[in-house]
């Protein structure tokens, strides 16, 4: 019998096998464009088209709504600022992560005023989108999740800049920490307001990247004592909901893993194959704790061969008793073909199969 996504991937969670694996994953704007090229209708979500797993997203508004505008558009890209005060270029039809030009946000006196505009308030939800679409998610047995926007990864990258957090870690610990600690409270005073009025989520996930090919951004003992203790406090008020936990963090975090099973973590995305991840080895040791999501390098996704061999490697290990989400392990490249990417969805069904 044919399950619902919610169905699927709720078995997943509880490590319990289904009729297969859930099948999902995130290709970069640019990938989306060379599918409609070939051939995928422009009115049609990616998600449909290939039969994909069906989560829905749940996200608010935690910023210090600093004015947004476009400072410059080309053919070939578009510079613009963001609510959190940064200005970066995000090239249009270029598979790539933005590229951060400048922060509004760079000492403890510029974030006070930050920190002063971001205030819980109802305009910070999407209503509207809750109350069109959310009782067809349910009705039609989607995964809901609730997009949280904190950590280590969203406050350097976003917000203040990546070389000044790393430094601030150290020079600063204070200051960092307040700013993990709010971004966390204004998420859960909203999620709170949309929990209480009906539009419960089956989980959180949020991205927070903690690593980097073979290392990670900053020591064990960082980690411990400034990051740790945020990332606990969700995950606490996420289970006392009864929602699950999955953590979405880039790199080689392989030290880390302990830690994120000790404080209560569910599931983690994406096992980011080429900075060091082993999903094999990661499932050895903690498949009876953490729900596996990704994992299959995505390096390899325009070589069908390659592919091929890789996904029979690893897939019949990582399905096993549940517990695995199959996906890339970072977002599906231009490179990959809408032909290519067929072929993976339907190989990875098979491969998926419980039955």
Known sequence: MELTSHERMRRMYAHQEADRVPVTDSPWNATIERWQQEGMPADMGYVDFFGLDKIAHIGVDNSPRYPTRIVEETDEYITNTTAWGATLKNWKHIASTPEFLDFTIKTPETWSEAKARMTPSEDRVPWDYL??????????????????????????????GTERLLMALLDQPEWCVDMFNHFLDMDIALFDRVWDAGYTFDAINWPDDMGYKQNQFFSMRTYRKLLKPVHKRAVDWAHAKGAKVRLHSCGDIRPFIPELVEIGVDGLNPLEVKAGMDPLAIKKTYGNDLLLHGGINAVLWDDRDAISEEMSRVIPVVKENGGYIFSSDHSVPSAVSLENFRYIVNLAKKLGSYE
Do not use: M
């Open 131 to 160: 109350k069109a679409n959310y009782p067809t998610c349910r009705k039609e047995g989607y995964w809901i999740e609730a997009g949280l926007w904190f950590g280590f990864d969203v406050t350097h990258s976003w917000t203040v």
